[in-house]
């Protein structure tokens, strides 16, 4: 877990540093092109920049490899001290502040958009060879053949500047959030049914073909009660890896959410900084984005082995 | 000769991964494998999104034909870039337009302030395009009639060519969705003639805010997907099967690593992986630009380097899968009956291996396909696709993005990049789900 992260740190380091240059950086943060030395050295000792990459020769013992870029700049992500951003603010500060909108965001969207995307998977195997099914899946393939950028346009369009029944963009704290939340997650919900509800077909197919399936049928149980008490019991173990796929898509989509409806969450945040060239948040943002992803490889292994009794933690 | 040939880099790659496809075609043409890809032709659906996915080819392909001009005419100035379709709208691009105009429409979209003897009138000005059909004194109905049977003619002659073309073969073999291969057919040479006649006189799908011919943009944007996906999918293959394979075939050590390298990538957020490099790539290319001498140069290298990152970083899930099924392979009875023989491992690898996780790869090739092309949207809207002068899908949709808050709404330009896109985006996958039903009966 830790080497992966430490490996995600030296590849971004290498595609930020090795590149783009501390010159270069200071650079395009200074802005005009007619900048001396004199001002670049400066911005780089006052942003702690001026560092070699990643041994110094001029310093003594175990300084040698701490007084480094590679040493301050990416390994004291580790203890969460993110430094400032080029353009000077705290970017530790800037997350605790941009969490919560995130959060507010991304969660309702998973939670909602797991139970529809199984419930619509359930009920295609429930009708499973008949018209409705065929006609389900259909609508599948087309749900997923559309651009997500559709989606959001088309909604935003229709239902916050047609019939106003939402406001198109923007953000109010704490529950006043919740008129601005609906729309966005009603949008990343109906934009994920296409992909998950057939992802969650093949798997309840799968644990619908299998002989305790033919044996329940066989004891005189209603089809309901094979539906929710075997196989979506039994569904819910390949479930839980795919949430965790699930996990860095969910970055993806809020990206893209919180952008166009204007809600400073860390997406457009991130959004915001690639479009500064601010290569510090972007640092700090795959960082944070990997630690998640570690976390949710980790919370899969602990959840299979309460799940699944057989299944030891090695 | 006022044209020279011209080879962009991306044209290169494509026209050798066409010439590679052939070739693997041509020469597993009898294999049971092959075989199986093409009774999907016996489906309907699979048949119909198969031939629209061939326009679409056809189209990038006839794109990729680059030219520049030696001597300039009254279309192309000197030095420019041509390709084959640019040729073929010449008529379309030398009429550019001011600003917004309707689909099919004679005036533009706004009105101009015009005086006259004195007094400010608001007008609608007349079309570029349509001065010299109004100026004429052919009637529209007449014009729209003449059209109309300059289309049928054409369509019906073509059809009748191809039909004769398939009659042997038809009868040879009766297995095909023939019915819907004519229907199809009729379907996509009426929308060909319609564009080669109309649009010279027309801008059918409108024109955008700054004049460009909407269709003229859909269809070049064509290009810019096609090899997105399919370069690719080049460089993602080589990856995604060698480190596969070899992973869960040695085990062990070679595994571990394996494991480790697409876990760490895996780890980064794919898009911000992609919006990190290209970013990094960026500013390269932006302090290196007297490696590239022209504008289309450079937004090819980027269309290049960007291929090249979403390459290298969507690997990873294909590489998994692939480890996976060679782990089960490999404990089959075959592979060790052929170890045991003393069977040099690559052989193995390639004999018995590869064959049977073949039918996976084709799969998540075709679908990876359709999701670049998706992707391609985000990427370019988040600010980190294609060069903003290469033309696709993805910068129209950034372009337009603000119409739809105008009154009277601009949705035409919209509407075109997401349909054009979605019916791509649908024959792909329609296809890959006939494709998968034949392949993989297991997980269908």
């Known amino acids: ?45 006052t942003h702690g920049y001026n ?16 007084q480094t870029l590679f040493f301050q700049k990416t390994l004291k992500l580790f203890i969460f001290d ?39 998977a359930l009920l295609l195997i429930y009708f499973r060879q008949t018209y409705l099914e065929t006609t389900g899946l259909i609508i599948c393939i087309i749900l997923m053949s559309i651009s997500p950028l559709f989606y959001i346009i088309s909604g935003q369009y229709l239902i916050a500047k047609t019939f106003q029944l939402l406001p198109i963009s923007g953000y109010e704290p ?101 479009n500064q060239q601010d290569f510090s948040i972007v640092r700090v943002m795959v960082f944070l984005g990997a ?7 980790l919370l899969t292994d602990i959840s299979y082995s309460i799940a699944d009794p057989r299944i030891r933690l090695s | 000769m006022s044209y020279q040939p011209y080879f962009l880099l991306t044209d290169i790659i494509y026209f050798f991964l066409l010439f590679i496809c052939i070739i693997i075609i041509w020469r597993c043409r009898q294999t049971r494998f092959f075989q199986q890809i093409k009774s999907t032709l016996y489906s309907r659906k699979a048949l119909c999104a198969l031939m629209i996915i061939f326009a679409y080819l056809t189209v990038a392909t006839l794109d990729s034909i680059h030219f520049t001009v030696v001597k300039s005419n009254q279309y192309f100035s000197k030095g420019r870039v041509i390709s084959v379709l640019d040729i073929l709208f010449e008529k379309t691009q030398a009429k550019h337009e001011k600003t917004y105009s309707k689909p099919l429409a004679s005036h533009l979209f706004t009105a101009e302030k015009v005086m006259k003897n004195g007094i400010v009138t608001w007008v609608y000005p007349t079309l570029n395009i349509s001065q010299a059909r109004l100026k004429s004194s052919v009637s529209t109905t007449d014009f729209i009639l003449r059209k109309i049977c300059m289309t049928l003619g ?43 006649f109309t649009s010279s006189d027309y801008h059918l799908l409108g024109t955008d805010k700054v004049g460009n011919d909407i269709l003229y943009v859909s269809l070049k944007s064509v290009r810019t997907a096609v090899l997105l996906g399919s370069i690719t999918m080049l460089i993602m293959l080589p990856f995604a099967i060698f480190f596969g394979m070899g992973a869960g075939y040695w085990g062990g050590k070679i595994d571990d690593m394996i494991q480790f390298v697409y876990t760490t990538l895996s780890a980064i957020p794919s898009v911000l992986l992609i919006i990190a490099s290209v970013l990094a790539l960026q500013v ?65 690898l390639f004999r018995h291996i590869f ?43 950034d372009a337009a993005r603000m119409e739809l808050a105008r009154t009277p709404v601009v949705w035409w330009p919209l509407f075109s990049a997401f349909s054009f896109m979605f019916i791509l985006v649908l024959a792909i996958n329609i296809y890959v789900d006939v494709l998968r039903d034949k392949l993989d009966p297991r997980n269908s």
């Open chain 1, 1 to 45: 877990m830790i080497p992966i992260l430490v490996m995600v740190n030296v590849i971004t380091f290498v595609l930020f540093f090795s590149i783009n240059s501390p010159d270069d950086i200071a650079r395009a943060q200074l802005g005009n092109k007619h900048i001396s030395m004199q001002q670049i050295t400066d911005w780089k000792i």
């Open chain 1, 51 to 66: 560092l070699p990459l990643f041994y110094n020769v001029k310093e003594q013992g175990i300084e040698r490899v701490v």
């Open chain 1, 82 to 120: 993110f430094g400032v951003s080029d353009a000077g603010r705290p970017i530790g500060q800037d997350i605790s502040h941009r969490m919560w909108p995130s959060f507010i965001l991304a969660l309702p969207s998973l939670i909602i958009g797991l139970l529809v995307n199984i419930s619509f």
């Open chain 1, 174 to 274: 704490n529950f006043a959030a919740w008129r601005y939340i609906l729309l966005p997650v009603i949008i990343g919900v109906i934009s994920g049914i296409g992909m998950g509800g057939r992802w969650y077909r093949t798997i309840f197919l799968e644990e619908a073909n299998k002989d305790y399936v033919k044996t329940a049928r066989a004891k005189g149980l209603s089809e309901l009660k094979i539906l929710f008490g075997h196989i979506l019991k039994n569904g819910m173990l390949p479930i839980l890896t795919g949430v965790v796929i699930l996990i860095p898509s969910l970055f993806l989509g809020s990206l893209l959410l919180e952008s166009f409806f204007g809600i400073p969450g860390l997406g457009s945040y991130t959004i915001d900084a690639i």
């Open chain 1, 291 to 297: 630690l998640l992803y570690v976390i949710g490889l």
């Open chain 2, 154 to 196: 054409c369509t019906l002659s073509l059809f009748l060519l191809v039909y004769l073309l398939t009659f042997n073969l038809r009868k040879q073999k009766p297995y095909y969705a023939w019915r819907t291969f004519y229907i199809t057919t009729i379907i996509l040479l009426m929308f060909a003639s319609i564009i080669i």
């Open chain 2, 284 to 348: 390269f290319i932006e302090r290196h630009d007297t490696f590239f001498s022209t504008m289309i140069m450079r937004a090819d290298i980027r269309l290049f380097v960007l291929c090249l990152i979403l390459g290298l970083t969507s690997w990873t899930s294909l590489c998994r899968v692939i480890r996976a099924e060679t782990l089960k392979l490999r404990e089959l009875e075959y592979v060790q009956a052929a170890k045991v023989m003393g069977t040099p491992n690559l052989k193995i």
């Open chain 2, 355 to 397: 064959p049977n996780v073949l039918h996976i790869i084709l799969i998540t090739v075709i679908l990876d396909f359709s999701m670049i092309i998706l992707a391609e949207a985000v990427l370019t809207y988040v600010g980190v696709g294609v060069d903003p002068t290469t033309y696709s899908w993805g910068n129209m949709i």
